[in-house]
Each structure stands twice: as structure tokens, then as C-alpha cells.
Nanobody, 121 residues
Framework: QVQLVESGGGLVQPGGSLRLSCAVSGSSSSMYGMCWYRQAPGKQRELVATITSGGGTNYVDFVKGRFTISRDNAKNTVYLQMNSLKPEETAVYCC???????????????WGQGTQVTVSS
């Protein structure tokens, strides 16, 4: 069974940076397309960035130029480098993985703790 574990969150000042990690276990991550999502209190979960198994990346407009998604298949880990963070980006950040149309995490379910990012002075 594939498992995903996020880490790297914390408290950072506005304009600061953090690098999040999503560790994949139970399978080789290289086969999976990977995505980062975030959910702020009282808001819906929203997509932030994606990376294909081949390394192609895509970002939502509000993070373009500031966030970078990357993967290290040897470490079975996907990263999200976040720069120039804003207070409104305070949220729980989670990852998900898919193989074709099959997702590791069901979108109707709670995804667990994720990693908390708090942007505040």
C-alpha cells in the first residue's frame, strides 16, 4: 500500500521560505504523478502544483514564480520549495499521487495531518 508523509512545515515570516517534503513509501515514486495541495481553515482544499512522472511541472497562477515542485526519485520524495510566502498562504499542505486516473488519496476523504505552514510576523 502506498503511503505519503509530508514534512517541512513551520512558522515563517512573510517573505520567507520553506521547503516541504512528501515521502512516498510502499512503491517507487518514479511511476507516479505527484501533486501538492493546501487547505486553509474554513476553505476548500486547493491545488498548488503538480509534477509528472517525467518531471513536467505545472503551477496555479497564484504561486507561479515563487514555488517550485521537484522530485528525487532515488529518495522517493517530492519537494515543494516555497519562496516569498504570504500570510494568506497559511494552510495545511498535503501531497497526493496518481498512477493514471488512480489516486493514492481519495479526494472525498480527510488526508490526515499534512504539514502545517504558518506565515506570520
Amino acid at each position: 500500500q502506498v503511503q505519503l508523509v509530508e514534512s517541512g512545515g513551520g512558522l515563517v515570516q512573510p517573505g520567507g521560505s520553506l521547503r516541504l517534503s512528501c515521502a512516498v513509501s510502499g512503491s517507487s515514486s518514479s511511476m507516479y504523478g505527484m501533486c501538492w495541495y493546501r487547505q486553509a481553515p474554513g476553505k476548500q482544499r486547493e491545488l498548488v502544483a503538480t509534477i509528472t512522472s517525467g518531471g513536467g511541472t505545472n503551477y496555479v497562477d497564484f504561486v507561479k514564480g515563487r514555488f517550485t515542485i521537484s522530485r528525487d526519485n532515488a529518495k522517493n520524495t517530492v519537494y515543494l520549495q516555497m519562496n516569498s510566502l504570504k500570510p494568506e498562504e497559511t494552510a495545511v499542505y498535503c501531497c497526493n499521487a496518481h498512477l493514471g486516473t488512480t489516486w493514492v488519496r481519495n479526494f472525498r476523504d480527510s488526508w490526515g495531518q499534512g504539514t502545517q505552514v504558518t506565515v506570520s510576523s
